[in-house]
């Protein structure tokens, strides 16, 4: 299970996940060829940068953002996610080629969006190790962003005003669902009784009184649409790392098995300066890499595996 964001000019997800696939932060030059199972192989195209694995030289992206300003990730909706034969007159594409597909073309949501409207996602697995993942996406620029949902008549496509989003249920069923919350607030809280009942507020914060705080996708939905949409910037990205903090999920939290799911990593992009920040479970500090850092004319492509290690700064 998973959490994106879309604030001001950052863009960010949670990964929520079980086990490590051996993620790394991955620079995809504009010379480096993107092959694809049935449609053209693109071998000049935009320079991308996020965090994924690398298996048999392809760049498996879990979100990235591309030179112009163009965020995508992809979160797990299983059950709802529906793939197709191919058909002609349209792209066909495996669902793992869909985020770089897009992020080596497209230099805006807009763009994007006229894209995907041809777009046919075909459920053919990168390898036997790896099936196809069942997937929902977000996409982000500095101006807006949208929800694109495969289902059983194609790719829908929903403008995504709150900037969020989580796992199942549909993403228009998680903005139905945010009228069950219109009432909260982060004001204090006001008295609507008869004069009668006297109230003692006897704590701070109980505007939001009835805000989940249960690790299912719907609730993260409607607790990150809260704290984001009254969220007083700082102006720099500490500002949706300390939102994404508010959906992340501690070890011990959520039992699957013999494991448990954690927040892997969190990151988030700088869609100006394409500065890649990221921090992982076992380390509080950030992390960075900057797309424009490396060499984009390279035919080679470039990987760092995530720092996972412990690092406290002592005073004394």
């Known amino acids: 299970m998973c959490t994106a964001i879309h604030f001001n000019k950052y863009a960010g997800r949670n990964l929520d996940i079980e086990k490590s696939y051996g993620e790394a932060v991955i620079i995809t030059p504009r010379k480096y060829t993107l092959p694809h199972r049935r449609a053209d192989n693109l071998d000049d195209h935009f320079a991308l940068i996020g965090i994924g694995t690398v298996s048999r030289g392809y760049p498996l992206y879990y979100d990235a953002a591309n030179e112009h300003g163009l965020y995508m990730a992809g979160l797990n909706y299983v059950g709802n996610a529906k793939y197709h034969a191919p058909k002609s007159n349209f792209t066909n594409l495996a669902p793992y080629e869909l985020i770089p597909y897009i992020l080596s073309s497209c230099k805006s949501v807009c763009e994007a969006e006229s894209k995907l409207a041809k777009i046919n996602l075909v459920d053919i697995p990168f390898s036997r190790e790896l099936p196809s993942a069942e997937l929902h996406f977000i996409l982000a620029d500095k101006e807006r962003a ?87 910037p700082n102006g720099d990205v500490t500002d949706i790392f ?75």
């Open 146 to 232: 949208i929800t694109v949902e495969p289902d059983e008549n194609g790719l829908n496509i929903y403008e995504n005003k709150v900037g969020i989003l989580s796992n199942n249920p549909s993403f228009p069923y998680q903005m139905h669902n945010l009228n069950n919350y219109a009432a909260l607030t982060n004001e204090p809280i006001i008295n609507r009784f008869p004069e009668v009942v006297d109230f003692d507020e006897y704590s701070r914060g109980m505007g939001a009184l009835g805000l989940p705080g249960d690790l299912s996708s719907e609730s993260r939905f409607v607790r990150a649409a809260f704290h984001k949409l009254h969220h007083m």
């Open 242 to 316: 300390h939102l994404l903090s508010t959906v992340a999920m501690p070890h011990g939290s959520l039992k699957l098995g013999e494991d448990y799911e954690i927040t892997a990593y969190s990151s988030a992009v700088n869609l100006n300066s394409l500065t890649y920040y990221y921090k992982t479970y076992g380390s509080t500090s950030l992390c960075s890499a900057s797309l424009f850092n490396e060499n984009l004319s390279s035919p080679s492509l470039v990987s760092y595996p995530l720092v996972t290690l412990k690092d406290v700064s002592s005073h004394n």
